[in-house]
């Protein structure tokens, strides 16, 4: 069973535009959330984490937000460039057990 | 620069045959997991280690086994390969500690089986 959902398989943007990417998840044991981002032929890098005792998490131009009455949290990249192409995979952590989506694969054109 | 390494960026094996996939990190971390990520599905854990000689199943532990003898070291075998484990393994490394876990993931090993 997928405790964490992303439902978006791929996203287009426009540089220069923001990126929204979503997750949720059905376990409410899941305290803490992060994102991580994949190139091609690379493995993830942690991209952004956020505890549950928070609703926002800003790190330059990514901010992550999370809404836990809904089960639900987004990646928000403002502007969105190029560079950012890449699949993220949003991740959540209760009890020592980490569980992934299926990612997110975002392009950004110029 | 910490790393993970991956010693196989690329492997193309036959049925039945046996597969080591070897992962070293260099950040003395006592966790370490293996992962296979297949398109749709995310990252779904195979196996993890806590310490040395010290391993548990993940969610699809069947057809895997590893081995951790060093503290830096992590192997995944695959005792009789199957077409069906033809996928992007994953190793990761972690510190110990409790709330944030953040994974550090080598390049990764493209397995095919024919």
């Known amino acids: 069973d997928q405790q964490v959902k992303q439902n978006s398989p791929s996203l287009s943007v426009q540089e220069g535009r923001i990126s929204i990417l979503n997750c949720d998840y059905t376990?409410?044991?899941?305290?803490?959330f992060l994102w991580y981002k994949k190139y091609p032929a690379e493995g993830p890098t942690f991209l952004i984490s956020i505890s549950s005792i928070k609703d926002k998490n800003e790190d330059g131009r990514f901010t992550v937000f999370l809404n836990k009455s809904a089960k639900h949290l987004s990646l928000h990249i403002v502007p969105s460039q190029p560079g950012d192409s890449a699949v993220y995979f949003c991740a959540a952590l209760g009890n020592n057990d980490m569980r992934f989506g299926a990612g997110t694969r975002l392009t950004v054109k110029p | 620069d910490v790393k993970v390494t991956q010693s196989s960026r690329y492997l193309v094996k036959r049925t039945g045959e046996k597969v080591f996939l070897e992962c070293v990190q260099d950040m003395d971390h006592e966790n370490m997991f293996w992962y296979r990520q297949d398109p749709g599905l995310g990252l779904r854990l195979i196996y993890f280690s806590y310490d040395v000689k010290m391993k548990e199943k993940g969610d699809i532990p069947e057809g895997y086994s590893v081995s951790r003898e060093k503290k830096e070291r992590f192997s995944l075998i695959l005792e009789s390969a199957s077409t069906n484990q033809t996928s992007m393994y994953l190793c990761a490394s972690s510190l110990f500690e409790s709330g944030a876990n953040v994974l550090t993931f080598g390049a990764g090993s493209r397995l095919t089986v024919l």
């Open positions: 376990n409410s044991m899941f305290d803490y």
